[in-house]
């Protein structure tokens, strides 16, 4: 006999799908510094770092469908929000332990992400050695575009940009990427059992910087589409 859930539980988030239907959103892991501008740029060094990272919850995704634009609201308790576009990953398969052969049997899809990021609450976290939660956790913390199938591509290289209110901000070219997406996804499983369902941000090029109220932005990929945004003030 199964048991009733004492409060109903809230919808599943998911993303819409390039050609119809949604993909449903498990986890959300997001790697640091992965390309090499951007390490230097944060003050890091990528010679000599190892991969880390931090994750969301999956209900931070701000879907937005093709050909429209996405409303994100200003987060509360900041007063330096900042931009990080970056090529999504979405998952159809998983597993622990993976190769970066088996990693790559697990793509599913690409998308175009934002890890919009609390700037100033993120560098008080890192002042006083704590977790980053409060600066890259809040609602709408993850826009994304629609899930392009991958149709077995593994993307290596091609041009990755995001523009504010007309002008270019960040530019990069996945190929810039420190690791390889393979490799992102054989990472991650050495710590989690990774399922269908999961996406992994991959990293953003340098030129990160804040976001004001009105501002327009748009993020491409290469080969994957377009992201389409603009700030509102908070709700």
Same mark, same amino acid.
């Given at each position: ?20 239907? /949604? ?63 970056? $090529?999504?990953?979405?998952? =159809?398969? *998983? =597993? ?7 990693? !790559?049997?697990?793509? @599913? ?19 006083? *050695?704590?977790? @980053? ?40 070219? $996945? ?14 499983? !050495? ?7 999961? /996406? ?16 327009? /932005? ?8 377009? /992201? ?8």
């Amino acid at each position: 006999m199964s048991e009733a859930y004492v409060i109903e539980p809230g919808p599943r988030p998911a993303i819409p799908v390039a050609g119809g239907g /949604l993909f449903p959103v498990r986890r959300i892991y997001c790697i640091a510094r992965n390309y090499a501008a951007h390490a230097r740029e944060m003050g890091g060094d990528p010679s000599r770092e190892a991969p880390f990272f931090f994750t969301k919850p999956a209900d931070a995704v701000l879907p937005v469908s093709a050909g429209n634009c996405g409303e994100f609201p200003y987060p509360p308790a900041s007063k330096d929000v900042h931009h990080e576009i970056e $090529l999504v990953v979405a998952l =159809g398969a *998983g =597993g622990s332990n993976l190769t970066p052969e088996a990693a !790559r049997a697990c793509i @599913w899809g690409y998308a175009v992400g934002l890890d919009m990021t609390r700037r100033d609450l993120q560098a008080e976290a890192k002042a006083h *050695g704590r977790p @980053w939660d409060s600066g890259k956790v809040f609602d709408c913390a993850a826009p994304i575009s629609q899930i392009v199938p991958a149709a077995g591509q593994v993307l290596e290289a091609g041009d990755i940009r995001l523009d504010i209110n007309g002008e270019t901000r960040q530019r990069g070219d $996945l190929s810039d990427m420190i690791w390889t997406i393979p490799e992102i996804i054989a990472f991650f499983s !050495r710590y989690y059992r990774l399922e269908a369902g999961d /996406l992994i941000f991959t990293g953003t090029p340098e030129g990160v910087g804040p976001v004001v109220v009105g501002d327009r /932005l748009r993020g491409v990929v290469a080969g994957v589409g377009e /992201l389409a945004l603009q700030v509102v003030a908070p709700r």
